[in-house]
C-alpha cells in the first residue's frame, strides 16, 4: 500500500505564496506519475497540476496556470506544489494523488493513491 502525506497548508492573505509538500512511502514501486487535486466544500474534486514521473512533463489547469508550479524533489516520489499569487477561490482542502491510470492525468478516478489532505485558505 502505497502511503502519501501531504504538508504545508494554512491561511494566507491574497496574493501571498504557500508551498504544499507531499510524500509517498511504504510499497511504492519506481518513480509515480504524481498530481494534486482540490476540493472545495459543496463541490467536486478538481484538478490542480501533474507531473510526469521523470518530471520533464509538466501539467496544469487553466485557472491555476501561470501562479502554481509543481515539481518533484530529489527523494523519489516526493512532490511540491508551489502556489504564487494565491486568491480566495484558491481556498479548498489540497489533496495529493499518485500511482496514475490509465484515465488521464486530470481525472481524480484515474489514481490509486490519495493523501487525507492539506487545508489551505485564502483571505481576502
Known amino acids: 500500500q502505497v502511503i502519501l502525506e501531504e504538508s504545508g497548508g494554512g491561511l494566507v492573505q491574497a496574493g501571498h505564496s504557500l508551498t504544499l509538500s507531499c510524500a509517498a512511502s511504504?510499497?511504492?514501486?519506481?518513480?509515480?506519475?504524481m498530481a494534486w487535486f482540490r476540493q472545495a466544500p459543496g463541490q467536486e474534486r478538481e484538478f490542480v497540476a501533474a507531473?510526469?514521473?521523470?518530471?520533464?512533463?509538466?501539467y496544469y489547469a487553466d485557472s491555476v496556470k501561470g501562479r502554481f508550479t509543481i515539481s518533484r524533489g530529489d527523494v523519489k516520489n516526493t512532490v511540491y506544489l508551489q502556489m504564487n499569487n494565491l486568491e480566495p477561490g484558491d481556498t479548498a482542502v489540497y489533496y495529493c494523488?499518485?500511482?496514475?491510470?490509465?484515465?488521464?492525468?486530470?481525472?481524480?478516478?484515474?489514481?490509486?493513491?490519495w493523501g487525507q489532505g492539506t487545508q489551505v485558505t485564502v483571505a481576502s
Open positions: 507531473i510526469s514521473r521523470s518530471g520533464v512533463n509538466e
Open positions: 511504504g510499497r511504492t514501486r519506481g518513480n509515480y506519475f
Open positions: 494523488a499518485a500511482d496514475m491510470g490509465s484515465s488521464g492525468h486530470s481525472n481524480p478516478q484515474s489514481y490509486r493513491a
